[in-house]
């Protein structure tokens, strides 16, 4: 008996440090519902590389961008009693914020959740300002300090922003707001980043985060994608893991060695680097890289740019095969084609360097964030 109530214990315990994430509906497919998308589109285009840039995050800006294909998202609290709000875990950001009552310049605001310090006995205020920036605008706020409660953790005295005005876009965003899980080095206004707190809190028994996004969408009563804090699950992933040491420690950032189709190198010749980021939805490159790899793999740009494909090809397509570290990661025609509204698209765009490997990647590999051995973890999810 003795042994099954520690057994019983210690699966709670476990239980207690995974968020589940809900794989909702995006942006895109809400306004390609209502028939706004190209609109929306042309008023706000999408520029995947400016939360990457570094000379951007000066003077209380902090860079993010707006990927209207982001769907994977989860439930945390702020405050005594708790506020709560749906946040991007994103591994490409290393700042917390959330709207806020001082928002009600725009629909974007109306549309979202937003904190209230007075109502909370636990908020502690700043004086210090913050500018978000994106590629098509910014939003503004001040910082803050409050009890912040995720994955049945409480973290006591976490900064974050609270907007004053947000960006017309985010009216469309299903999310509320992000919790960046990169490295101090790149927070903005030297707030200490959400994981680093936990840490040093003493409030996970190892110094790393794992990540499985489910290839299905979900809902959120029933969600089964998962952000777990100081937990490696084998449940997730079959195989074992192949470790990958960072290359900085800034973003998730690695090298990668070379892609291929059909044994060919048809991208990233010699070598390159790429930042595992849970907070961009598709794999970004080089615009002559991510080119050839959609003409391998048949694409035909239709008027606006997309990287349409035939949706009967998709069992005929090849592999696209990352090779990192020496060891190959296969993506599927099934893991970067997507279909919507009677028509295919690759998951593969031109943006810059370094490259990206965001959630058309992730969905293939149960990934393991490392602080204490400077690593990233792959292995094929389930």
Same mark, same amino acid.
């Given at each position: /008996?003795?042994?099954?109530?520690?057994?019983?214990?210690?699966?709670?315990?476990?239980?207690?440090?995974?968020?589940?994430?809900?794989?909702?509906?995006?942006?895109?497919?809400?306004?390609?519902?209502?028939?706004?998308?190209?609109?929306?589109?042309?008023?706000?285009?999408?520029?995947?590389?400016?939360?990457?840039?570094?000379?951007?995050?000066?003077?209380?800006?902090?860079? /993010?961008?707006?990927?209207?294909?982001?769907?994977?998202?989860?439930?945390?609290?702020?405050?005594?009693?708790?506020?709560?709000?749906?946040?991007?875990?994103?591994?490409?950001?290393?700042?917390?914020?959330?709207?806020?009552?001082?928002?009600?310049?725009?629909?974007?605001?109306?549309?979202?959740?937003?904190?209230?310090?007075?109502?909370?006995?636990?908020?502690?205020?700043?004086?210090?300002?913050?500018?978000? @920036? @994106?590629?098509?605008?910014?939003?503004?706020?001040?910082?803050?300090?409050?009890?912040?409660?995720?994955?049945?953790?409480?973290?006591?005295?976490?900064?974050?922003?609270?907007?004053?005005?947000?960006?017309?876009?985010?009216?469309?965003?299903?999310?509320?707001?992000?919790?960046?899980?990169?490295?101090?080095?790149?927070?903005?206004?030297?707030?200490?980043?959400?994981?680093?707190?936990?840490?040093?809190?003493?409030?996970?028994?190892?110094?790393?985060?794992?990540?499985?996004?489910?290839?299905?969408?979900?809902?959120? $009563?029933?969600?089964?994608?998962?952000?777990?804090?100081?937990?490696?699950?084998?449940?997730?992933? $079959?195989?074992?893991?192949?470790?990958?040491?960072?290359?900085?420690?800034?973003?998730?950032?690695?090298?990668?060695?070379?892609?291929?189709?059909?044994?060919?190198?048809?991208?990233?010749?010699?070598?390159?680097?790429?930042?595992?980021? $849970?907070?961009?939805?598709?794999?970004?490159?080089?615009?002559?890289?991510?080119?050839?790899?959609?003409?391998?793999?048949?694409?035909?740009?239709?008027? @606006?740019?997309?990287?349409?494909?035939? *949706?009967?090809?998709?069992?005929? /397509?090849?592999?696209?095969?990352?090779?990192?570290?020496?060891?190959?990661?296969?993506?599927?025609?099934?893991?970067?084609?997507?279909?919507?509204?009677?028509? *295919?698209? $690759?998951?593969?765009?031109?943006?810059?360097?370094?490259?990206?490997?965001?959630?058309?990647?992730?969905?293939?590999?149960?990934?393991?964030?490392?602080?204490?051995?400077?690593?990233?973890?792959?292995?094929?999810?389930?």
């Amino acid at each position: /008996m003795k042994w099954v109530f520690v057994l019983g214990a210690l699966v709670a315990f476990s239980e207690c440090f995974r968020v589940p994430l809900i794989r909702g509906k995006t942006a895109r497919q809400t306004l390609q519902e209502k028939g706004l998308w190209e609109e929306y589109r042309k008023k706000f285009p999408y520029q995947p590389m400016v939360k990457f840039q570094h000379t951007l995050r000066l003077n209380g800006v902090e860079t /993010m961008t707006n990927d209207a294909d982001i769907s994977y998202y989860g439930i945390i609290s702020l405050g005594t009693p708790p506020q709560s709000f749906r946040v991007i875990f994103d591994t490409g950001s290393s700042n917390l914020w959330v709207p806020s009552v001082y928002c009600t310049s725009s629909s974007a605001c109306k549309n979202h959740r937003k904190f209230n310090p007075d109502a909370s006995r636990t908020f502690t205020s700043t004086s210090k300002p913050v500018q978000i @920036y @994106y590629g098509t605008g910014s939003m503004t706020g001040i910082l803050g300090y409050d009890t912040l409660e995720v994955a049945g953790i409480t973290v006591s005295n976490q900064i974050f922003g609270l907007t004053k005005t947000e960006g017309l876009f985010m009216e469309f965003m299903p999310w509320d707001g992000i919790l960046g899980l990169a490295f101090p080095s790149i927070s903005e206004a030297g707030a200490t980043p959400v994981f680093d707190n936990m840490m040093d809190q003493g409030l996970v028994s190892q110094q790393l985060f794992s990540v499985y996004l489910n290839r299905k969408a979900d809902t959120e $009563t029933e969600p089964s994608s998962v952000v777990i804090f100081g937990e490696i699950d084998p449940q997730y992933y $079959t195989g074992s893991l192949s470790w990958v040491p960072l290359s900085a420690e800034t973003y998730w950032q690695i090298k990668m060695d070379s892609v291929t189709i059909n044994g060919d190198v048809v991208a990233c010749a010699g070598g390159c680097q790429a930042i595992v980021d $849970t907070g961009t939805s598709l794999v970004i490159g080089p615009y002559n890289d991510i080119q050839n790899i959609n003409g391998w793999v048949g694409v035909n740009a239709d008027k @606006y740019g997309n990287p349409v494909v035939s *949706c009967g090809n998709i069992m005929s /397509m090849p592999e696209v095969v990352f090779h990192i570290n020496g060891q190959p990661f296969v993506l599927p025609a099934t893991a970067f084609v997507s279909q919507a509204h009677n028509r *295919c698209t $690759t998951g593969f765009m031109p943006g810059g360097e370094p490259w990206i490997l965001g959630d058309v990647f992730l969905r293939e590999y149960y990934t393991v964030f490392d602080r204490k051995s400077k690593m990233v973890g792959f292995a094929p999810a389930v």
